[in-house]
């Protein structure tokens, strides 16, 4: 599955990374990660950023219980990264992990950050409308509804992210979208 960079992560749609792109599959060290190894741990700083050539990362943070919640994906094309972190000096809140057996083209974070505008403004204010309109819509929009939508707009999500993992990221438990996503195929039927 190829997603594009507007596919799922619509904040993209307002940035041009072509000159970074570029730059990763110029001089990025190639490197494979297993499912489930971290490229960034939560509570350390980040020091690389990668293009996502094969497979697929998610950003995942820990919750008061100690779980682990999914807050996106990164498919390949996309960028994986906390620039934030690395920029103010400040432990990562999140990890990057593999979802799936993945390979990226690595470069030192301080790089890629030279190859972003100047002030970062227009990269985080594309990001803080993405995630301002997830937010409204978890309010908006019912776990069905949401999942629906996910479905509508990306079909091949649910054939390469475990039931877990889209559960996760639609905050709802993973028996909670196995009883939606029966409800729905008795719909269908």
Not at 76 to 94: A, C, L
Not at 110 to 128: G, H
């Amino acid at each position: 599955m190829q997603y594009t960079m507007a596919q799922f992560n619509s904040y993209l749609d307002m940035l041009d990374f072509t000159e970074a792109t570029d730059f990763c599959r110029e001089k990025g060290t190639v490197y494979h990660y297993k499912k489930e190894e971290k490229f960034i741990q939560q509570g350390t700083i980040a020091r690389y950023a990668a293009l996502v050539v094969s497979g697929y990362f998610k950003f995942t943070t820990l919750n008061e219980s100690g779980d682990e919640a999914v807050i996106n994906f990164a498919f390949p094309g996309q960028f994986i990264t906390d620039i934030h972190s690395s920029v103010y000096g400040e432990p990562s809140e999140m990890s990057v992990i593999a979802g799936t057996y993945s390979e990226i083209l690595r470069i030192p974070l301080m790089e890629f950050v030279s190859l972003l505008s100047s002030n970062l403004s227009v990269e985080y204010t594309a990001l803080f409308k993405m995630t301002y309109m997830r937010c409204l819509n978890i309010y908006r929009k019912s776990p069905e509804q949401r999942y629906l939508e996910l479905c509508h707009h990306y079909p091949d999500i649910v054939k390469t992210v475990s039931l877990k993992d889209l559960a996760s990221y639609l905050l709802i438990t993973p028996g909670h979208l196995s009883r939606i996503r029966r409800k729905l195929t008795v719909k269908s039927q």
